[in-house]
């Protein structure tokens, strides 16, 4: 039985060599394409042309980023539309602004013949938007009043802030963008970082800027004396005697017996004072609910350094003989 040849798989040398030399002639002959279209004129395409922005940053910022680029058509040769498009070499188009805080966007038909002298030789056909908008503020200096960021702090039961906030300095120096200092709405919060304050309060505390401003707003101080005095109230309760006014005699309570009792809170420096307060509960019978013939207790008198003044029981039935 005769012998079968076995195939290697192997290309050989002579035919390895032929496919490289159709290779190269292809490459050749695309890079040659290539080069002669590249040569040709009239290529229109869509770019991003780089843009730049000038401004008199000493006296203005920008808020938002700024575009850095914006859609143009253009035509031209192959090697300038391909330079342009990947932007190689290619020097942005500086937009100049004398009053930028004046608008919040330029015309891209005002960029039109200025831009077209720029990208010379290759021709601007148009643009793709009709604006290109912008968002810059002129900087100011400010002086906001301070207060206290009530988020930051809290009491002690039964403890109230006397008075005002005394803050040293009075006021604080920001230096921003218009629109940013605009948002601060006159004041400048404060935080005291204290819990549960029970006695007069004064502290030195550090002030600063959020940090989303912080690299557009400027802040002159960096602390603040904040001072006030507090009322501690005391709890407290009384049986109230009770009074009737314009009571026929045909009217009377449904529970005669019942003594009401009136719990309270008094500013602790007043408890003397409240030793020498009678109290009463009125019932006027004018003032009485005709619909359910109930009638609510009016405590006199209602001393200022008194308050959360409660009545158990507060409303009375009334009974009709």
């Known amino acids: 039985m005769p012998e079968t040849k076995k195939s290697s798989g192997r290309i050989s040398s002579r035919k390895l060599s032929n496919l490289k030399v ?32 000038s401004f008199d940053e000493e006296k203005y910022m920008a808020v938002q980023p700024l575009p850095e680029s914006f859609p143009i058509q253009i035509s031209g040769d192959g090697w300038d539309l391909l330079r342009k498009y990947f932007k190689l070499n290619e020097p942005p188009f500086v937009i100049n602004l004398a009053d930028p805080a004046s ?37 100011e200096t400010r002086s906001l009043d301070l207060a206290v960021d009530s988020t930051s702090f809290s009491l002690a039961k039964n403890v109230e802030i006397d008075g005002e906030i005394v803050f040293s300095p009075k006021k604080i120096t920001l230096t921003g963008p218009s629109s ?30 959020d940090k989303n401003l912080a690299d557009f707003v400027r802040l002159k101080e960096q602390t603040v004396e904040v001072s006030f005095s507090i009322i501690q109230y005391l709890e407290g309760n009384k049986r109230l005697k009770i009074t009737k006014i314009s009571f026929p005699k045909s009217v009377r309570l449904e529970k005669e017996d019942i003594t009401p009792m009136m719990t309270y809170l008094v500013d602790e420096n007043k408890v003397a004072d409240l030793k020498e307060v009678e109290f009463e509960a009125f019932l006027d019978y004018g003032k009485r609910n005709r619909v359910d013939s109930t009638i609510s207790i009016e405590v006199r008198p209602i001393p200022k350094y008194i308050k959360n003044i409660t009545v158990e029981p507060a409303i009375f039935k009334l009974k009709y003989d």
Do not use: M, Q
Request: hydrophobic share 45%; net charge negative.
């Open 22 to 53: 159709v290779v190269l002639c292809i490459a050749a002959a695309a890079t040659f394409w290539i080069l002669n279209a590249l040569n040709k004129d009239n290529y229109t395409t869509i770019v991003d042309y780089p843009i730049a922005w």
């Open 103 to 139: 608008r919040s966007y330029i015309l891209t038909a005002d960029l039109k013949r200025p831009l077209g002298d720029f990208i010379t030789p290759t021709t601007l056909l148009g643009a793709l938007e009709d604006s290109i908008h912008f968002k810059i503020d002129k900087i």
């Open 180 to 209: 940013l200092l605009d948002s601060f709405e006159g004041k400048f919060p404060v935080s005291l970082a204290e819990n549960r304050i029970s006695e007069n309060f004064k502290k030195t505390v550090p002030v600063g800027i």
